[in-house]
T-cell receptor, first 109, second 112 residues
Framework: GENVEQHPSTLSVQEGDSAVIKCTYS??????FPWYKQELGKRPQLIID?????GEKKDQRIAVTLNKTAKHFSLHITETQPEDSAVYFC????????FGAGTILRVKS | DVKVTQSSRYLVKRTGEKVFLECVQD?????MFWYRQDPGLGLRLIYF???????EKGDIPEGYSVSREKKERFSLILESASTNQTSMYLC???????????FGPGTRLTVT
């Protein structure tokens, strides 16, 4: 079955810096790659996603890139702000969604 | 706006008790899911349901069962709770053919 690995497990950045979180997946049949943000005590919420026929997608300060050949995808957050502090989960989907272990992002002001 | 609710935010149960966790969604979505979330392990799929009275095992179904008698309600059952089932439980749902899953607020279950 699908296996998703996510790195790093924790990430601390200064406010205004960029943050990058990387994920690899194992099943070449996976065709949908979402990123969820979970703030402390709250439910996970979708922040951006990408389909397998697209290499990059951007939404304001966040972007996701996908390399299907290498089976990895990344989340990029630019100009980080304290409210970006949260746990971020990547996931890969073929017939079901498989999540990475999560990255705790801390933005220091 | 999709609304997904779970019966309890916090629950404390004793080892051996039968535990029911309920999830209700109000958007007529066919697919529903139960995950557990543990630090360092992410979200792991326990069971899912494509539609009423249908259920499929996820990646970690041992010790759990589910019930889907109505479209809007998906219940997770711990037949005999054990301490290793202490966790955050999240339900989710989505429309058939779509990808995005909508999560409930979670139930933090402690088994003592």
């Amino acid at each position: 079955g699908e296996n998703v690995e996510q790195h790093p497990s924790t990430l601390s950045v200064q406010e205004g810096d960029s943050a990058v979180i990387k994920c690899t997946y194992s099943d070449s049949a996976s065709n949908y790659f979402p990123w969820y943000k979970q703030e402390l005590g709250k439910r996970p919420q979708l922040i951006i996603d990408i389909r397998s026929n697209v290499g990059e997608k951007k939404d304001q300060r966040i972007a996701v890139t996908l390399n299907k050949t290498a089976k990895h995808f990344s989340l990029h957050i630019t100009e980080t702000q304290p409210e970006d502090s949260a746990v971020y989960f990547c996931a890969a989907s073929g017939n079901k969604l498989v999540f990475g272990a999560g990255t705790i992002l801390r933005v220091k002001s | 706006d999709v609304k997904v609710t779970q019966s309890s935010r916090y629950l404390v149960k004793r080892t051996g008790e039968k535990v029911f966790l309920e999830c209700v969604q109000d958007m007529d979505h066919e697919n529903m899911f139960w995950y557990r979330q543990d630090p360092g392990l992410g979200l792991r799929l326990i069971y899912f349901s494509y539609d009423v009275k249908m259920k499929e095992k996820g990646d970690i179904p041992e010790g759990y069962s589910v019930s889907r008698e109505k479209k809007e309600r998906f219940s997770l059952i711990l037949e005999s709770a054990s301490t290793n089932q202490t966790s955050m439980y999240l339900c989710a749902n989505k429309v058939v053919g779509a990808y995005e899953q909508y999560f409930g607020p979670g139930t933090r279950l402690t088994v003592t």
